[in-house]
Nanobody, 118 residues
Framework: QVQLVESGGGLVQPGRSLRLSCAAS????????MSWYRQAPGKERELVAV????????NYADSVKGRFTISRDNAKNTVYLQMNSLKPEDTAVYYC???????????WGQGTQVTVSS
């Protein structure tokens, strides 16, 4: 049974940090590119950051470059999103995504709420 379980969300003041985690099970984690997406109320889901299967390549949305860092630990089947200098506009539900494009496989987590407010 495939599972992606996000954790680490919550309420934080502007300028502070949070680290999200996504624990994967039920598939060969190390063969999947992993991404974080987010969706704010009334807005489309958007890609925040992506990391390649081996972790050697990353990409970020312009809105989070220099503030967020995606990383993964293939031994622990976990992907992380370190979020620094948080802004109110970062408020959203954050989703973990696993994709293996060559096989047409994609999985989603249930999401974790991040609220940035004073």
């Amino acid at each position: 049974q495939v599972q992606l379980v996000e954790s680490g969300g919550g309420l934080v003041q502007p300028g502070r940090s949070l680290r999200l985690s996504c624990a994967a099970s039920g598939f060969t984690f190390s063969r999947y590119a992993m991404s974080w997406y987010r969706q704010a109320p009334g807005k489309e889901r958007e890609l925040v950051a992506v990391i390649s299967s081996a972790g050697g390549s990353t990409n970020y949305a312009d809105s989070v470059k220099g503030r967020f860092t995606i990383s993964r630990d293939n031994a622990k089947n976990t992907v992380y999103l370190q979020m620094n200098s948080l802004k109110p506009e970062d408020t959203a539900v954050y989703y973990c995504n696993a994709v293996r494009t060559s096989f047409g496989l994609e999985y989603w987590g249930q999401g974790t709420q991040v609220t940035v407010s004073s």
